[in-house]
């Protein structure tokens, strides 16, 4: 009764004048402040006893009187239903399937062999009896890869999900290990179809006593969630015949009667729908598929299993169905990855005819829904103010391992992307142009301060090698510095090849922990190492440390005040508050584990502070680089209009114009370090 499918049964019978009664273990459920349910009884189906629950539902058939219809919303619902349908079919009417038919339909193994038994198409599937399987699996597996539970009902009371779409052994075996029960195994690997949310096929129809199908409509999903693997956001319908047939023959196969919500998936490979899964109970997205004369399979099976006639029924084609508050995350999400534009979000809305929660004859629901949403944020909102304070010492006794752990993800990602590292300063696109400025104004600035020929410099994240090599080419010695064994092979390879290896040192290592005495080096160049520092201070404070009294530090940082964060409202300052609201009311505050190989922006300010802490003097800094522009994370310009953009801002910067000089991609600054003065005044080196 928490659910809107169970909100839509009491709207759509309830229309009609038909009595609707609603069983369930929350008092506060959403269902029961529809003004069309007549009454809610509270009960644990899935807690109690099996036959103290079926006492209880015989107890309440003779308070509502007659023989009620009784309608499954859930998998545990109708497993119990089918195991106790002789005791239950004396007090209310509904289809009569036995239970290794329920559980056929219901569980995605039993569901495959059946599927491939009639010839209905299904996706190549594997079985795993134990994790050697699965690593048996993945020596010939093509990723990505499903990783499916059989049973929804054991795995997602266990891990919480019932799916996911592992992208690399490594991520498979994780989530094996998490969502699998070694003494019980339940979960199976499945070929991943390519294609959209869109390619994601529905069945939702109602079958008589002779397997006839009296009332189907086809549609698919638009917006799923959670996204590309949850349920339906967003859908429309949307006429398919193949389908129609395929779930007719697989029906009238296995004898099944009553309401079935059916999933495929075109594949556009072979041309085939290939079957997902089944539910064999009333699914929560059924008031998507209404027809003409607004039929739907609740009242399909009402007017059937009470003795009268289904009227015929056409497809409304371009019909949509909208659950309101899992779209919007959903869009969020898409939005983020960059799958869905917003030209493509505001169309997809044309066409919604009915959404979940608001409906204008019954709104109690509605608002019920949206008042405990604030309520729920205000409350989560609150905890996480007195968490973050109750924590603050644990988090401060524990913030090693966060950084060590940090730092492992850093190394790892530049580990495994070390060529696009190297071929990006080899690009003719903005971002690769953006970075080639930044190294030539780099080398410009460095040139400009007229060092010793043989100046000893520091290169901290080294990279390729590509700028290290210019120095040593101007007669510097440079020692290459990286914390990536990856970036190090191929600075190395660089010095031998334009044959300046033997002013050019490479070495591993932390720069929160250079490995070098104190006073060493007249220059330090770290270019693009502050977004990835796990510690910011202690880095700045190992770099001041190896400078030579009067030595130089030259170092960027991405700029959090940049124009095309500022203009986007998925990332503008001026938004924050909203996004931490949005955080806090989903979750993700606390839930959502960030992604520790992102980046990180700075405001110039922090740069320049954190610099003064050190005993660094600013002598000079600059913002450079444009775009690329983005609304809602989507890139609105092409590379060729991006890059002729950029020019002319950077040109409008150079002169001063107001609003840009600060508000480049890309932080440049230069620093001195102050030398030890003695209160005699004299200058120790």
Same mark, same amino acid.
């Given at each position: 009764?928490?659910?809107?499918? #169970?909100?839509?049964?009491?709207?759509?019978?309830? %229309?009609?004048?038909?009595?609707?009664?609603?069983?369930?273990?929350?008092?506060?459920?959403?269902?029961?402040?529809?003004?069309?349910?007549?009454?809610?009884?509270?009960?644990?189906?899935?807690?109690?006893?099996?036959?103290?629950?079926?006492?209880?539902?015989?107890?309440?058939?003779?308070?509502?009187?007659? %023989?009620?219809?009784?309608?499954?919303?859930?998998?545990?619902?109708?497993?119990?239903?089918?195991?106790?349908?002789? $005791?239950?079919?004396?007090?209310?009417?509904?289809?009569?399937?036995?239970?290794?038919?329920?559980?056929?339909?219901?569980?995605?193994?039993?569901?495959?062999?059946?599927?491939?038994?009639?010839?209905?198409?299904?996706?190549?599937?594997?079985?795993?009896?134990?994790?050697? !399987?699965?690593?048996?699996?993945?020596?010939? #597996?093509?990723?990505?890869?499903?990783?499916? #539970?059989?049973?929804?009902?054991?795995?997602? $009371?266990?891990?919480?999900?019932?799916?996911?779409?592992?992208?690399?052994?490594?991520?498979?075996?994780?989530?094996?290990?998490?969502?699998?029960?070694?003494?019980?195994?339940?979960? *199976?690997?499945?070929?991943?179809?390519?294609?959209?949310?869109?390619?994601? =096929?529905?069945?939702?129809?109602?079958? !008589? &006593?002779?397997?006839?199908?009296?009332?189907?409509?086809?549609?698919?999903?638009?917006?799923?969630?959670?996204?590309?693997?949850? *349920?339906?956001?967003?859908?429309?319908?949307?006429?398919?015949?193949?389908?129609?047939?395929?779930?007719?023959?697989?029906?009238?196969?296995?004898?099944?009667?009553?309401?079935?919500?059916?999933?495929?998936?075109?594949?556009? /490979?072979?041309?085939?729908?290939?079957?997902? !899964?089944?539910?064999? /109970?009333?699914?929560?997205?059924?008031?998507?598929?209404?027809?003409?004369?607004?039929?739907?399979?609740?009242?399909?099976?009402?007017?059937?299993?009470?003795?009268?006639?289904?009227?015929?029924?056409?497809?409304?084609?371009?019909?949509?169905?909208?659950?309101?508050?899992?779209?919007?995350?959903?869009?969020?999400?898409?939005?983020?990855?960059?799958?869905?534009?917003?030209?493509?979000? *505001?169309?997809?809305?044309?066409?919604?005819?009915?959404?979940?929660?608001?409906?204008?004859?019954?709104?109690?629901?509605?608002?019920?829904?949206?008042?405990?949403? =604030?309520?729920?944020?205000? %409350?989560?909102?609150?905890?996480?103010?007195?968490?973050?304070?109750?924590?603050?010492?644990?988090?401060?006794?524990?913030?090693?391992?966060?950084?060590?752990?940090?730092?492992?993800?850093?190394?790892?990602?530049?580990?495994?992307?070390?060529?696009?590292?190297?071929?990006?300063?080899?690009?003719?696109?903005?971002?690769?142009?953006?970075?080639?400025?930044?190294?030539?104004?780099?080398?410009?600035?460095?040139?400009?301060?007229?060092?010793?020929?043989? #100046?000893?410099?520091?290169?901290?994240?080294?990279?390729?090698?590509?700028?290290?090599?210019?120095?040593?080419?101007?007669?510097?010695?440079?020692?290459?510095?990286?914390?990536?064994?990856?970036?190090?092979? *191929?600075?190395?390879?660089?010095?031998?090849?334009?044959?300046?290896?033997? $002013?050019?040192?490479?070495?591993?290592?932390?720069?929160?922990?250079?490995?070098?005495?104190?006073?060493?080096?007249?220059?330090?160049?770290?270019?693009?190492?502050?977004?990835?520092?796990?510690?910011?201070?202690?880095?700045?404070?190992?770099?001041? /440390?190896?400078?030579?009294?009067?030595?130089?530090?030259?170092?960027?940082?991405?700029?959090?005040?940049?124009?095309?964060?500022?203009?986007?409202?998925?990332?503008?300052?001026?938004?924050?508050?909203?996004? /931490?609201?949005?955080?806090?009311?989903?979750?993700?505050?606390?839930?959502?584990?960030?992604?520790?190989?992102?980046?990180?922006?700075?405001?110039?300010?922090?740069? &320049?502070?954190?610099?003064?802490?050190?005993?660094?003097?600013?002598?000079?800094?600059?913002?450079?680089?444009?775009?690329?522009?983005?609304?809602?994370?989507?890139?609105?310009?092409?590379?060729?209009?991006?890059?002729?953009?950029?020019?002319?801002?950077?040109?409008?910067?150079?002169?001063?114009?107001?609003?840009?000089?600060?508000?480049?991609?890309?932080?440049?600054?230069?620093?001195?370090?102050?030398?030890?003065?003695?209160?005699?005044?004299?200058?120790?080196?």
């Amino acid at each position: 009764m928490e659910h809107h499918g #169970a909100l839509g049964v009491m709207r759509s019978l309830g %229309r009609l004048g038909v009595r609707v009664y609603g069983v369930d273990a929350d008092r506060r459920a959403i269902a029961p402040r529809s003004r069309y349910c007549r009454g809610a009884f509270v009960w644990d189906i899935e807690a109690q006893p099996a036959r103290a629950s079926g006492d209880f539902l015989q107890a309440a058939a003779r308070r509502i009187g007659g %023989r009620p219809l009784l309608l499954a919303t859930n998998d545990e619902t109708a497993l119990f239903v089918a195991e106790n349908r002789c $005791r239950l079919r004396t007090s209310f009417v509904f289809p009569d399937n036995p239970l290794t038919l329920v559980r056929s339909f219901y569980n995605k193994r039993d569901m495959y062999f059946l599927a491939r038994r009639y010839g209905i198409p299904t996706a190549d599937t594997s079985f795993p009896a134990c994790r050697s !399987d699965v690593v048996e699996f993945i020596r010939t #597996a093509q990723f990505p890869v499903m990783l499916k #539970a059989s049973d929804n009902i054991a795995v997602s $009371r266990r891990a919480g999900k019932k799916m996911i779409i592992a992208r690399s052994p490594e991520d498979l075996l994780a989530h094996y290990d998490a969502m699998e029960d070694p003494s019980n195994p339940t979960m *199976m690997l499945q070929e991943y179809i390519p294609g959209g949310d869109d390619s994601v =096929w529905m069945f939702n129809g109602y079958f !008589d &006593e002779r397997s006839r199908c009296l009332f189907g409509i086809t549609g698919k999903k638009i917006h799923q969630t959670p996204v590309y693997t949850g *349920m339906t956001a967003l859908g429309v319908c949307v006429p398919n015949p193949a389908v129609h047939d395929q779930t007719q023959r697989l029906v009238e196969a296995t004898g099944y009667k009553g309401i079935l919500d059916i999933g495929y998936r075109y594949d556009f /490979r072979d041309g085939s729908y290939k079957l997902l !899964d089944s539910n064999p /109970r009333l699914g929560a997205t059924f008031r998507l598929f209404v027809g003409s004369g607004e039929l739907d399979v609740v009242r399909a099976a009402y007017l059937d299993l009470t003795g009268q006639r289904v009227p015929d029924s056409r497809i409304i084609a371009g019909r949509k169905w909208l659950l309101e508050d899992a779209d919007i995350v959903s869009s969020w999400n898409y939005f983020r990855d960059g799958t869905v534009t917003p030209r493509d979000w *505001m169309r997809s809305y044309s066409g919604i005819r009915e959404t979940a929660w608001f409906a204008a004859d019954d709104l109690r629901p509605f608002l019920y829904v949206f008042g405990r949403s =604030w309520t729920t944020l205000g %409350r989560r909102v609150s905890r996480l103010v007195r968490s973050e304070r109750a924590n603050a010492p644990a988090i401060q006794n524990g913030c090693r391992c966060a950084d060590r752990q940090r730092q492992a993800a850093v190394n790892t990602y530049f580990q495994s992307s070390a060529r696009y590292w190297k071929e990006i300063y080899h690009g003719h696109t903005l971002q690769p142009l953006i970075y080639q400025q930044r190294r030539d104004t780099a080398l410009l600035w460095i040139e400009r301060l007229r060092l010793p020929r043989r #100046a000893r410099i520091l290169e901290v994240g080294c990279g390729a090698g590509l700028l290290a090599v210019e120095l040593a080419s101007a007669g510097h010695f440079v020692d290459a510095f990286d914390p990536a064994p990856a970036m190090v092979d *191929m600075t190395r390879r660089q010095a031998n090849d334009r044959g300046v290896a033997a $002013r050019v040192r490479v070495s591993a290592g932390d720069v929160h922990a250079l490995n070098f005495r104190d006073g060493c080096f007249d220059l330090v160049v770290a270019l693009g190492v502050v977004p990835w520092l796990h510690s910011e201070a202690k880095a700045l404070a190992e770099m001041q /440390r190896v400078l030579k009294p009067e030595g130089y530090l030259l170092i960027t940082a991405d700029n959090a005040l940049r124009l095309d964060a500022i203009l986007d409202p998925i990332s503008t300052p001026a938004l924050r508050p909203l996004r /931490r609201m949005y955080k806090a009311l989903i979750g993700a505050a606390r839930s959502a584990k960030r992604d520790d190989h992102l980046p990180k922006r700075h405001r110039p300010f922090e740069i &320049e502070n954190l610099l003064a802490g050190e005993r660094l003097v600013k002598i000079r800094s600059q913002t450079l680089g444009f775009g690329p522009f983005t609304f809602c994370g989507y890139e609105i310009f092409g590379e060729t209009m991006s890059i002729r953009i950029d020019r002319r801002l950077r040109a409008l910067g150079e002169r001063s114009f107001p609003g840009l000089k600060k508000t480049g991609a890309q932080y440049l600054i230069l620093a001195r370090k102050r030398g030890v003065i003695r209160t005699s005044g004299e200058r120790v080196h």
